[in-house]
């Protein structure tokens, strides 16, 4: 039998150096796009999740409720809240995309609007007829500073996301008036088909328009931030045209004069 190749130790050497180089590298590159995989998608929207699709159900009327006290009762669920909203302090927004980045502003927006809530339970409103409301009081920890609610709409959502009035159906202030809390968390994913099914939805029920004899009353959001919807009543019947359905399209450009604007500041509440 011919005799067997024994390799040198420097070509053992060598082999060992080959085989292991390009599996250590393979490696360092799979944990390196783990970590910016945590690093951009770190957040997670989980618990929130779970309070929305326990807490808020669809009304009759076309309005989301919140199930406020069976929430303020729920000592685990609160605890949920409390460490999801905890999570935002140290989160550094850079590191998202950016409609991760509204995602994130306008579940917190929401979160903590329902956690005061809560808080305050059992109340009628956000807002008494006395009050100018608890948004500049009201504050958080986010992105490695100290921000009030009013903070998050007016100096993040409003300034980053000015070319885009959709904003306005993402963050609920827990009234009637208001466009819905969603059933689920916003997300980058989905962030476009949503806000177009929340604007539809909001434009087409009758707290944000409806149609009268002598022309429209529409929701206090389009007299508020008009600015937002392009600054004239032209630019807001635009507004309202691009997402109304057929029929309400028509009422709406027989009646093109904005009578009325009309807001409720009833708790959207179950009971």
Request: with cysteine.
């Amino acid at each position: 039998m011919p005799t067997a190749y024994m390799p040198g130790m420097e070509q053992v050497r060598a082999i060992i150096v080959n085989t292991i180089r390009p599996a250590a590298t393979a490696l360092a590159v799979s944990q390196g796009a783990l970590m910016a995989h945590a690093a951009t998608d770190g957040l997670s929207h989980d618990a929130w999740g779970d309070i929305l699709e326990s807490y808020v159900t669809p009304g009759p009327e076309g309005i989301n409720r919140v199930d406020y006290g069976a929430l303020k009762n729920d000592e685990e669920a609160r605890a949920g809240l409390d460490k999801y909203i905890a999570q935002y302090g140290d989160l550094d927004f850079d590191t998202l995309s950016r409609d991760a980045q509204f995602a994130a502003w306008a579940n917190l927006y929401n979160a903590v609007t329902v956690r005061y809530i809560v808080e305050a339970y059992p109340t009628g409103t956000i807002k008494p007829w006395y009050s100018s409301g608890p948004w500049k009081k009201v504050k958080v920890s986010a992105d490695g500073r100290e921000i009030s609610l009013h903070g998050i709409e007016h100096d993040i959502l409003r300034e980053q996301w000015s070319d885009d009035p959709r904003l306005h159906y993402a963050v609920n202030c827990a009234s009637y008036g208001c466009p819905n809390l969603k059933q689920t968390p916003w997300q980058a994913e989905t962030l476009e088909a949503d806000l177009e099914a929340a604007a539809h939805a909001y434009v087409n029920h009758p707290r944000g328009v409806t149609v009268l004899d002598n022309g429209l009353r529409i929701s206090s959001i389009y007299d508020w931030y008009r600015d937002d919807f392009g600054g004239s009543e032209d630019a807001v019947i635009a507004h309202l045209l691009q997402y109304a359905e057929p029929a309400l399209a028509e009422d709406i450009r027989a009646n093109l004069d904005i009578r009325d604007h009309e807001y409720d500041w009833s708790l959207n509440d179950t009971e």
